[in-house]
Every structure is written in C-alpha cells, then in structure tokens.
C-alpha cells in the first residue's frame, strides 16, 4: 500500500518562506503524477501544484511565481519550495501520488503564516 508522509510544515511570519517535504514509500513514485493540495476548515481541498513523471509542472494562479514544486525520483521525494508566503496561504497541505486512474494521500501538515 501506497504511503506517504508530508514533514516542514509550520508557523512563519509573512513574507517568509517553507520547504515542505514528501516522502513515499512504493517504488511506483517515479511513473506518478505528484500533487501538493491545501485546505482550510469550511472549504474545498484545492489543488497548488503538480509534477508529472517527467516533470512537468502546472500551479495555482494563486502562488504562481512564489512555490516551486520539484521531486527526486531516486529518493521517492516531492518538495514545495514556498517564498513570499502571505496570511491567505495558512491551511493544511497534503501531498498525493496520483496512478493509474487511483489517488493517494498523505496525512498532511499545516502551514500557519501570521500577519
């Protein structure tokens, strides 16, 4: 079964600036799409960022130009670089492992960023 565990998330002034992390545990990392989601209480999940096998990325016209996401496939990881984060960025973000028509989460990790 598909695992995956989300670690740097935290409390950061705005302006400031996170690396998440997402390791997975199934060998099927490396021919998935990678995602980073994010919700608030009350709201729909909404996706931020996605990373194709190949690496191809699309993001949220919401923190275009402020996270980067990137992978290591040797080492079954994602990453979200997040730069210039502002208070509206505060929610829980989860990484998924994307397959074969079939989705996998994470547990996620909250981001708090303070005004």
């Known amino acids: 079964q598909v695992q995956l565990e989300e670690s740097g998330g935290g409390l950061v002034q705005a302006g400031g600036s996170l690396r998440l992390s997402c390791a997975a545990s199934?060998?099927?990392?490396?021919?998935?799409?990678m995602g980073w989601y994010r919700q608030v209480p009350g709201k729909k999940r909404e996706v931020v960022a996605e990373?194709?096998?190949?690496?191809?990325?699309t993001y949220a016209d919401s923190v275009k130009g402020r996270f980067t996401i990137s992978r290591d496939n040797a080492k079954s990881m994602v990453y979200l670089q997040m730069n210039s984060l502002k208070p509206e960025d505060t929610a829980v973000y989860s990484c998924?492992?994307?397959?074969?028509?079939?989705?996998?989460w994470g547990q996620g990790t909250q981001v708090t960023v303070s005004s």
């Open positions: 990373i194709t096998a190949e690496g191809g990325t």
């Open positions: 998924s492992l994307n397959i074969w028509g079939s989705k996998y």
């Open positions: 199934d060998s099927i990392f490396s021919v998935s799409i």
